[in-house]
């Protein structure tokens, strides 16, 4: 597919902001739109890990059947990429912890705590920790 | 015809909102009791019924609290609205939907898209709680407000009980209201408890 003219320079612009503008659309709660979107981002750059741990977390968040190996396979995926948000293992924990792999949680968690010490939902997140670890 | 034109005008106002003060013991959709130590306004729309007591100390488009008590699995947190008309394909959108045994981190995610739908929410502290009684969560946001620009903070309880959801959101402008009546939307959902 031919790179449209200006698309880089486009990028670079859009850079700081883009990741805001993808948590803005997980949190509509409009999970079939997001999916479409962010499927259709996904087949211009399947690895762009930003778009892998949105739709994994929006996988996460509509929990239908099926929904939470479809949600582990992007945030694995997400996570394995370079330079994931921090956000990630977050979602990949709470979709380990809800899987009981008790463990892989654990080391999700505390890699987001490592990446984000004062992230909003530390404390939830400590708590979390305290059980899968007692 | 003036006088019809004005008893009818008349009889549209009584059917619209109507505010009424609460104060002392309350009880939230007969299921949760609250001790009001300093009275409230209590706003009741009759034509839209939503499933949370709706209360403020300035007027709506400033501060609310509101207390939702026994919201059962499978119901959303809002009101759907009724649809007059509907394009051939188009799908109702989805409401934030309350489902038995939600972990703490997804009933946040609730009451994050709740607030979406009015503007940009972001989820600025998530902390375990009790609420009535119950094991829950405590979160604050803030909402910059896309109806007037204005920012407000807000905090919310949530919690589980027999599988049915007990909730509060206090939400204010960030200058000065929220500061100022916080402690009194915290002074009533301290209070709370499930009846029975």
């Known amino acids: ?134 | 015809m003036k006088r019809l034109f004005a008893l009818l005008l008349a009889a549209l106002l009584a059917a619209c909102t109507t505010i009424a003060k609460v104060e002392g013991d309350q009880v939230v959709n007969d299921k949760l009791v609250v001790k009001v130590p300093a009275a409230w306004n209590k706003v009741t729309d009759p034509w839209e019924h939503e499933p949370y007591d709706l209360w403020t100390q300035e007027g709506i488009p400033l501060d609310h609290l509101r207390l939702w008590a026994g919201v059962q699995s499978g119901q959303p947190l809002v009101a759907k609205p009724t649809v007059l008309f509907r394009a051939p394909g188009e799908k109702d959108p989805r409401y934030p939907t309350f489902v038995s045994g939600l972990p703490p981190d997804k009933l946040v995610s609730l009451f994050e898209a709740l607030y979406a739908n009015e503007g940009e929410v972001k989820i600025t502290r998530v902390d375990p709680t009790i609420f009535a009684g119950e094991k829950g969560v405590r979160f604050e946001l803030t909402l910059a407000r896309r109806a007037d620009d204005l920012v407000l903070n807000g905090v919310g309880w949530a919690a589980e009980h027999n599988h049915e959801l007990y909730a509060a959101t206090f939400a204010a402008p960030r200058l000065t209201f929220f500061s100022k009546l916080l402690p009194m939307a915290e002074a009533v959902v301290k209070t709370a408890h499930i009846k029975g």
Do not use: C
């Not at chain 1, 999916?35 to 929006?58: H, I, Q, S, T």
């Open chain 1, 1 to 134: 597919m031919p790179v449209p003219v200006g698309e880089a320079e486009f990028q670079r612009v859009i850079a700081p902001l883009r990741f805001g503008w993808i948590q803005d659309e997980i949190k509509r709660g409009q999970y079939e739109e997001s999916l479409v979107l962010f499927d259709r981002l996904l087949a211009r750059k399947p690895a762009d890990p930003e778009v892998l741990y949105a739709r994994g977390e929006v996988y996460r968040l509509r929990g239908d059947k099926d929904d939470l190996p479809r949600a582990l396979d992007d945030l694995s995926r997400a996570a394995g990429a370079q330079k994931p948000p921090a956000e990630t293992f977050r979602s990949l924990g709470l979709v380990q912890r809800q899987l009981g792999n008790a463990q892989a949680a654990a080391e999700a968690f505390d890699r987001y705590l490592a990446l984000d010490p004062h992230a909003p939902d530390a404390g939830l997140l400590r708590s979390y920790l305290s059980d899968l670890k007692s």
